[in-house]
């Protein structure tokens, strides 16, 4: 895999996913209550293993359907502007959602503190659950596994790239988790003051970002029509 553009995008595409405010402040909250190594750990494996296992099955099956997924082509083209119109809609209205509410927290914050007093393995799963219906995170793993099957890469490299971009969107869950397991109590105030900033501006995130890969998507999609006109 020498196409360094490839990576590029893998790992593009992987920090847009790692940008999840929901998951971000599960976290945070896991690591700031009881057991916080313990269940801080079991919940980024969830999220490590749902997001690996979701562009192998993505992957194997645009195999299985041998699509042409070279640059230009009619389903790679449909995909970059259905996905970058819908993400700009998405983006633009979270953007205004916020700027609306001011300082008031998103609804979505007083959602996680109730997710987080659930048992473990129902935490585990909602949170699955949630990556896998977010918007944002379904074209992007749908865009990974076209950007690696247009690559026509031998399978171990395929497999390499999955890996590089799941480890990719899992960083910013890694670094505070790996934070509290060399020493909790130093980085307390910095966890606190992470929740504190991601719940005040957590909306104004989701819909940068969303807006964002919108964008990118829409000029990849135009980028490929002209390919194909």
């Known amino acids: 895999m020498a196409d360094t553009t490839l990576w590029a995008e893998l790992l593009a595409f992987g920090t847009g996913l790692a940008l999840s405010p929901i998951h971000l402040g599960v976290l945070l909250l896991l690591l700031l209550g009881p057991?916080?190594?313990?269940?801080?750990?079991?919940?980024?494996?969830?999220?490590?293993?749902?997001?690996?296992?979701?562009?192998?099955?993505l992957l194997t099956v645009g195999h299985s359907l041998v699509l042409?997924?070279?640059?230009?082509?009619?389903?790679r083209t449909a995909l970059d502007l259905l996905g970058g119109g819908a993400l700009i809609s998405l983006g633009l209205k979270e953007l205004l959602r916020s700027f609306a509410a001011?300082?008031?927290?998103?609804?979505?914050?007083?959602?996680?503190?109730?997710?987080i007093n659930l048992p473990l393995p129902l935490l585990i799963a909602v949170g699955a659950l949630t990556e896998l219906i977010s918007p944002d995170d379904l074209f992007l793993f749908a865009k990974t596994s076209a950007v690696v099957l247009a690559a026509s890469l031998p399978s171990w490299q395929e497999i390499v790239g999955l890996v590089f971009f799941t480890f990719g969107s899992s960083l910013l869950l890694l670094i505070p988790l790996v934070a509290v397991i060399i020493g909790r109590?130093?980085?307390?105030?910095?966890?606190?003051?992470?929740?504190?900033?991601?719940?005040?501006?957590?909306?104004l995130i989701v819909g940068g970002v969303s807006f964002a890969l919108g964008a990118y998507l829409g000029w990849?999609?135009?980028?490929?029509?002209t390919i194909v006109i």
């Not at 008031?104 to 997710?115: G, K």
């Not at 990849?220 to 029509?225: E, R």
């Open 35 to 57: 057991k916080p190594i313990q269940r801080g750990s079991w919940f980024v494996t969830g999220w490590i293993v749902t997001t690996l296992v979701t562009v192998i099955l």
């Open 220 to 225: 990849q999609g135009i980028s490929g029509l």
């Open 185 to 203: 109590e130093r980085v307390i105030p910095l966890l606190q003051s992470g929740k504190q900033l991601l719940f005040a501006k957590g909306d």
């Open 102 to 115: 001011g300082e008031e927290q998103p609804a979505w914050t007083h959602t996680i503190e109730r997710f």
């Open 68 to 75: 042409d997924m070279t640059q230009g082509s009619h389903h």
